[in-house]
């Protein structure tokens, strides 16, 4: 895995420019990782939608598309990709639905990505899961019926304008931590997914 992702980091670090499909929390959060890190890079995004973050309100999606274009992001929404590129040298050409050419180095894909919980249903917690393989928790984010195991992000069946999106949970992640550290002797096998 590690291989893996030490390959995708030297495409981004040999690239001048980088084109990302899709406009969810993967392709938000890889193009603002990518413009933060390396603010030299031309970065275009393209959304088939009408908005990035679609499922979550529309003002915390404006912030979004605000902030990416303010880190020089070009985000093309309502169109598509053809990934099907020709070359122009050293330069890969693209073509949007709208007719638009994007040249970029190297694209990710990063659109409808299943839930990673598969895994799950081969341990204890294969009766925690909805039918869309979430992870099914109460308020205070424990898996239900469970006093030590709690869950956060979009793995879990909180709906998403609760939890805005993982890019948006890290206040839970540093809560659930302080959490841990206060009750750990109390809770001393708890465990975090």
Not at 15 to 44: N, W
Not at 100 to 123: N, Q, R, V
């Amino acid at each position: 895995m590690k291989l893996i992702f030490s390959a995708e980091n030297e495409k981004i670090k040999s690239a001048h420019s980088i084109l990302i499909v899709g406009g969810g929390p993967t392709g938000v959060e890889l193009a603002a990782e990518i413009a933060v890190d390396f603010p030299d890079k031309k970065v275009t995004l393209v959304h088939k939608g009408p908005r990035l973050l679609e499922f979550i309100g529309s003002k915390a999606a404006d912030k979004t598309l605000k902030w990416l274009k303010s880190k020089k992001v070009e985000v093309k929404l309502n169109q598509a990709v053809d990934l099907n590129s020709d070359t122009d040298g050293h330069n890969k050409i693209y073509r949007t639905s709208a007719g638009d050419t994007i040249e970029a180095d190297c694209h990710f894909l990063c659109t409808g990505k299943p839930f990673a919980s598969s895994w799950l249903k081969e341990t204890v917690l294969k009766n925690d899961l909805d039918v869309q393989g979430m992870i099914k928790v109460d308020e205070n984010l424990r898996v239900r019926g469970r006093n030590n195991i709690f869950a956060i992000g979009d793995i879990t069946n909180i709906p998403v304008s609760a939890c805005i999106s993982n890019i948006f949970c890290f206040f839970f992640d540093h809560c659930l931590y302080k959490l841990f550290l206060e009750q750990k002797e109390k809770y001393c096998q708890t465990v975090f997914i």
